[in-house]
């Protein structure tokens, strides 16, 4: 398994929570920080949150700030996306990327996170 594989999505109404969960490709020697990002039909994807290696550091876009929390559990390979007080403007496919740098996540500099590892995506659908 190279890829990350995201899981967790689903449908929720609008107040809703959700938890996504991202384990990670298992590679040794992995220092990578992890991110999610998501993309709604006919729109750019779109940074949402990131997670340095250790945890220590998240960042959160301005429009999840206060109700998502992003961590990781090292031991388990695995990132977490819990979502809160969701909104129908939430909905879209979501995606965990892991690298090297925590930097390029949150810069969303998606020509150098093509270094990264990116996940398939799962659906997240917040209705009204």
């Known amino acids: 398994q190279v890829q990350p594989v995201e899981s967790g999505g689903g449908w929720v109404q609008v107040g809703g929570s959700l938890r996504l969960s991202c384990t990670a490709s298992?590679?040794?020697?992995?220092?990578?920080?992890m991110g999610w990002f998501r993309q709604a039909p006919g729109k750019d994807r779109e940074f949402v949150a990131a997670?340095?290696?250790?945890?220590?550091?998240?960042y959160y876009s301005d429009s999840v700030k206060g109700r998502f929390t992003i961590s990781r559990d090292n031991a388990k390979n695995t990132a977490y996306l819990q979502m809160n007080s969701l909104k129908p403007e939430d909905t879209a496919v979501y995606y965990c990327?892991?690298?090297?740098?925590?930097?390029?996540?949150?810069?969303?500099?998606?020509?150098?996170?093509?270094?990264?590892?990116w996940g398939q995506g799962t659906q997240v659908t917040v209705s009204s």
């Open positions: 990327i892991e690298h090297p740098s925590f930097r390029a996540i949150i810069a969303s500099d998606f020509e150098d996170l093509t270094a990264g590892y």
């Open positions: 298992g590679r040794t020697a992995s220092t990578d920080a």
């Open positions: 997670v340095s290696w250790s945890g220590s550091t998240t």
